[in-house]
């Protein structure tokens, strides 16, 4: 069937509402708005406005709160309109729903999702546009998810559910709009492993989330270069599937890691640490690196292009890295 | 808790009245024209339009000083024109051009103008407000007799920094005035299915602050509240706080179906516009002639096409700029 990823994440909220009495939604707007980007829609008619439930502009009372009830046993769906507002509900996040369970000795489990818009693209400037997964990556306790296929968007939500501790999922703002075919038969999909979404043997080209189309886009061209790139994406920031990035740069030899997120201290830098922590006398070039400037995401749109990470750049990137001699 | 001081109107002195239609026209014109622009892509991302709630900015602006302070949120067009900034480079800005008023970099939600002490411009909701106490603890900690205004929606009021900000604000007894533009709706939720306690100004007074509602779509009442308001503060009387109450005449932003509100409600608060109450009662007290409004939409028009031409003309900022800024620049030793 067709579908866009906006449609897929409804899709796999609307399942998990009806498998599980004990999911509901809540977050601003989500209900009598329809969702500030849509994801929602109509599904207040469908299950009420106890499960689908609006809250006041208070992220750190409702992610709290949200925190409360899976140790009450609920297990409830947050919506953060966008991952800068999720600042607010820092405290709660990192503070209780990631540390919980070892500050109790193991007692109290924190089964939340929490869902959120990641990303810029969309002229909406520095308080709107930037892309904080690789941050909340850093903090043990919780789980990064970050789809970037319509598959994923609507299979990730029900596994995280089932997971007893706290799971994020970021949404990149891009996407939403994205259509394609999705199986009528499509459910829950693994949440722990990375995936190839192009096979190669030249190099790896290791991505996530908002940047894969562009990824996909840069190693089609550069097959016509005559280089074989492999496209991973990573699909969980935390915990890092660790084996499947190293087989690939193993195979390759060579690896660039394309992030939206900033360079300094980031996700990809992690990931270039692991590879030549663990693949170093197999690489046959350093590891390269495609991140957006180390700026606040400016409004103008061509300031706006030239902050974030090109089809360009990429390509750029993977032909310095190919042409290193090994 | 009404304004207790309300009835006590002076009369108005037609010059003035005419001031504050011009006011309001010029950024109801703004708004209008930026709407347009959108249509025709030339703005992008958010876009907050003030259409309805003229009022409250053109009364409570009208009573500041040069030095005063002023912070603002994303639906801020129309206090940044009425505070001093161009309108040329308010639009400009939207267009993403150099010569806006943030270079570009800011668009419709981050208007900032040093010149005129206008401080954004700020898209988290109730960000605004502890930005405010601080600008006001530095004014009382340097002696000076400054007054800092912090507009903010009534979707701010769930926010904890709201909280925070009320009570900082009166513990130092900081010289703040909160105007709490209460429109009804923030985004598609009602203030009643937010707020358990709907009376704002009775929130302000639990942090022993004095707060007075007022009718934000008349702006007579707006700038006699303000004025004594700001006059408290300034004359050391710590911070006050207005709840003003008006009405979006629009959609929240330009991607809202408006599925909350009925068209009926929306119809019933345009009869209440700030701009035709002022102008049908100066017409008739007989303090506005036919040409005299001519006059003032003429001089609203001319000015907004004007700006219009100004950022038509805009250019882009270099790429090469984009890394700067993000640290102060040093001049060499
Ligand atoms: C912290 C935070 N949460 C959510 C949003 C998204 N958002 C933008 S405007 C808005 C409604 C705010 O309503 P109100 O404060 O009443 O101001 P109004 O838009 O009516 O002027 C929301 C929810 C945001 N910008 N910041």
């Known amino acids: 069937m067709k579908s866009s990823y906006r449609e897929a994440l409804r899709a796999g909220i609307r399942d998990a509402m009806q498998r599980d009495p004990g999911v509901f939604l809540m977050g601003e707007d989500v209900g009598i708005y329809g969702g500030s980007f849509a994801v929602s829609l109509g599904l207040l008619e469908e299950f009420g406005p106890e499960r689908i439930r609006d809250t006041p502009l208070s992220e750190s009372g409702f992610v709290g709160a949200g925190i409360g009830a899976a140790l009450g046993g609920m297990r409830p769906i947050v919506e953060i309109m966008t991952v800068n507002f999720s600042l607010l509900a820092l405290d709660q996040i990192v503070n209780n729903a990631a540390s919980l ?141 660790e084996a499947t990035i190293l087989a690939s740069v193993t195979r390759t030899h060579r690896a660039v890691v394309v992030d939206e997120g900033w360079r300094s201290g980031s ?59 090994g | 808790m009404t304004d207790p001081m309300s009835a006590t109107r002076s009369p108005l002195d037609p010059e003035h009245g005419r001031h504050l239609l011009l006011q309001m026209l010029r950024v109801r014109q703004l708004e209008e024209k930026c709407v347009e622009l959108y249509s025709a892509v030339k703005i992008r991302g958010f876009l907050h339009v003030y259409i309805g709630e003229e009022a409250v900015a053109a009364g409570v602006l009208e009573t500041l000083s040069p030095d005063d302070a002023v912070v603002a949120t ?39 103008d040093a010149a005129t002490h206008f401080y954004g411009g700020n898209a988290i909701v109730a960000g605004g407000l502890p930005l405010a106490v601080g600008l006001a603890l530095a004014d009382k900690m340097a002696g000076r007799s400054n007054v800092t205004v912090c507009f903010f929606g009534e979707g701010a009021v769930a926010e904890g920094e709201f909280h925070e900000s009320l009570n900082l604000a009166a513990l130092w007894q900081l010289p703040v005035l909160f105007c709490c533009e209460n429109n009804l709706y923030a985004m598609g939720t009602a203030l009643g299915r937010s707020e358990s306690q709907t009376d704002i100004a009775l929130k302000a007074a639990g942090y022993e602050i004095s707060a007075w509602a007022v009718d934000g779509m008349d702006v007579l009442a707006v700038e006699e509240a303000a004025r004594r308001a700001v006059d408290a503060v300034r004359s050391g009387g710590g911070p006050h706080f207005l709840e003003l109450r008006t009405y979006r005449f629009r959609a929240h932003s330009m991607f809202d179906p408006e599925r909350y509100r009925e068209k009926a409600e929306v119809v019933r608060w345009q009869e209440r516009d700030p701009i035709t109450l002022l102008r049908s009662s100066m017409e008739a007290a007989g303090q506005l002639a036919e040409e005299d409004w001519a006059q003032l939409q003429a001089d609203a028009e001319a000015e907004i096409s004007a700006a219009v031409d100004f950022a038509e003309a805009g250019t882009l900022e270099p790429v090469e700029e984009l890394t700067r800024f993000v640290y102060s620049e040093r001049s060499a030793p």
């Not at chain 1, 990470?309 to 042409?323: D, K, N, T």
């Not at chain 2, 639906?75 to 150099?98: K, N, S």
């Open chain 1, 267 to 325: 996700i990809s830098a992690e990931i270039s640490a692991r590879i030549t922590e663990n693949a170093f006398y197999d690489l046959d070039a350093p590891v390269g690196r495609v991140c957006s400037a180390e700026v606040p995401i400016p409004y103008s749109k061509h300031m706006e292009l030239a902050a974030l990470p090109s089809v360009e750049q990429i390509m750029a990137a993977a032909r310095e890295a190919a042409g290193a001699r």
């Open chain 2, 74 to 112: 994303y639906r801020e067009h129309g206090h940044a024109l009425l505070r001093g900034v161009a309108a040329g480079a308010i639009l400009a800005e939207m267009y993403g051009y150099a010569e806006g008023c943030c270079r570009g970099r800011g668009g419709s939600m981050h208007l900032f």
């Open chain 1, 101 to 241: 369970l070892h500050m109790s000795g193991g007692q109290f489990h924190v089964p939340l999702v929490i869902r959120m818009t990641t990303g810029a693209g969309r002229q909406l400037g520095a308080q709107h546009s930037h892309s904080l997964e690789g941050w909340y990556a850093h903090i043990p306790g919780l789980r990064i998810l970050v789809p970037a296929t319509l598959e994923d968007a609507r299979g990730m939500l029900w596994t995280a559910l089932e997971d007893p501790d706290p799971v994020l999922i970021f949404e990149h703002g891009s996407l939403y709009n994205v259509a394609g075919e999705l199986d009528d038969n499509a459910g829950p999909v693994d949440i722990d492993t990375a995936a190839i979404r192009r096979p190669g043997s030249d190099i790896s080209l290791i991505t996530y989330g908002g940047t894969l189309p562009a990824v996909l886009d840069a190693a089609e061209q550069l097959a016509g270069e005559g280089i074989d790139a492999e496209v991973l994406d990573l699909r969980t920031l935390r915990p890092l599937d």
